[in-house]
C-alpha cells in the first residue's frame, strides 16, 4: 500500500484553551478524497487549520510524506505550506485584484514563473473551472459561485500535492452547488488530486468522498465510504443522517 501523504498520529488539537480533537488517528493517500463529515462547530475546519500546521497539536505528531512536519519551525513550515492549497469557506478573493490577478497571486508572491508563465498558467486553470472570459473582472462584479470557482483556479495554479477545502459548497444555490461539486469530481478524476473536504452536507460527501471520516465530541465515530455511513447503526450517525432524529446530538 501507497505511503500516506498526510498522516496524524495520535493528535489532540486544543483551540482557544478548549480541547476540540482528542487522540486522533487519520491517513489520506495519495489521489484520495477524504471527506471530513460533522455537524457545524465540532472542530472540522481545526483539522484543516493544524495540515497547514497553523495550528500545532497539544500532543500527537502530523506527518507529511512520513516526515513530521508538527514540530517544524515557521521557516520551514512555511516551505511546506507551498505544497498545499487551501480552498476557503467564502473563497477569500482580494477585492482590488481582477479575477487573473487573484489567481496568479501565489505564482508571483512565491515567484515560480516569470510573468509570460503565469499568464498562461492562469489561462489554463480559468478554463479549466470555465471561467477563462472572466479574467478582467473584479469580485465584486461575480455571484457567488463563481467567487468559490476563481478561489479554487487560485488554488490549483501552483500544482499543489494537496487541496484543502473548508465547506465549499455553504451558502450556495442549487446550481452553483452543483457546479462546485461537480468541479471538485472534475479535480478527482482528471487532477487524480488529493483532497481533504471539511462538510456537513451529507449527500455531497457521499457523492465525492472516497473515504468518510465523521467527527462528533472530538472523536472519529465512523471512517469508511459513504455506502457503508449510510448502513452505520451507531446512533450519533444515524441522528446525523436522519434530521427527524437531531436532537440525539444535542446536549
Do not use: W
Not at 462547530?41 to 487549520?49: A, D
Not at 472570459?133 to 478561489?151: C, D, F, I, Q, T
Not at 452553483?176 to 478527482?188: G, P, S, T, V
Amino acid at each position: 500500500m501507497a505511503e500516506p501523504l498526510v498522516e496524524f498520529r495520535n493528535v489532540t488539537l486544543d483551540y482557544g484553551g478548549k480541547i476540540i480533537v482528542q487522540h486522533m488517528n487519520l491517513k489520506v493517500f495519495p489521489g484520495e478524497t477524504k471527506v471530513i463529515l460533522g455537524p457545524s462547530g465540532v472542530g472540522k475546519s481545526t483539522i484543516l487549520k493544524a495540515i497547514l500546521g497553523l495550528l500545532r497539536p497539544q500532543s500527537g505528531k502530523i506527518y507529511l510524506h512520513g516526515k513530521e512536519i508538527s514540530r517544524l519551525p515557521e521557516r520551514k513550515l512555511s516551505l511546506v505550506r507551498r505544497r498545499m492549497a487551501m480552498v476557503f469557506q467564502h473563497g477569500a478573493l482580494f477585492d482590488s485584484m481582477t479575477v487573473a490577478e487573484n489567481v496568479g497571486f501565489r505564482l508571483r508572491e512565491l515567484a515560480l514563473a516569470d510573468a509570460s508563465a503565469i499568464a498562461k498558467r492562469v489561462r489554463e486553470v480559468l478554463r479549466f473551472v470555465g471561467l477563462e472570459n472572466a479574467a478582467s473582472l473584479r469580485p465584486a462584479e461575480l455571484s457567488g459561485g463563481m467567487r468559490k470557482r476563481v478561489a479554487i483556479a487560485r488554488a490549483l495554479a501552483p500544482d499543489p500535492e494537496i487541496f484543502l477545502f473548508d465547506e465549499p459548497t455553504v451558502g450556495l444555490d442549487p446550481v452553483n452547488f452543483y457546479n462546485i461539486e461537480q468541479l471538485i469530481l472534475k479535480l478527482k478524476h482528471q487532477q487524480r488530486a488529493t483532497m481533504v473536504i471539511v462538510t456537513h452536507d451529507v449527500g455531497s460527501a457521499c457523492r465525492t468522498a472516497d473515504s468518510i471520516a465523521m467527527l462528533y465530541e472530538g472523536r472519529f465515530i465512523f471512517e469508511g465510504p459513504g455506502q457503508d455511513l449510510k448502513r452505520e447503526k451507531d446512533k450519533r450517525v444515524r441522528a446525523f443522517l436522519d434530521p427527524s432524529q437531531a436532537g440525539l446530538l444535542v446536549h
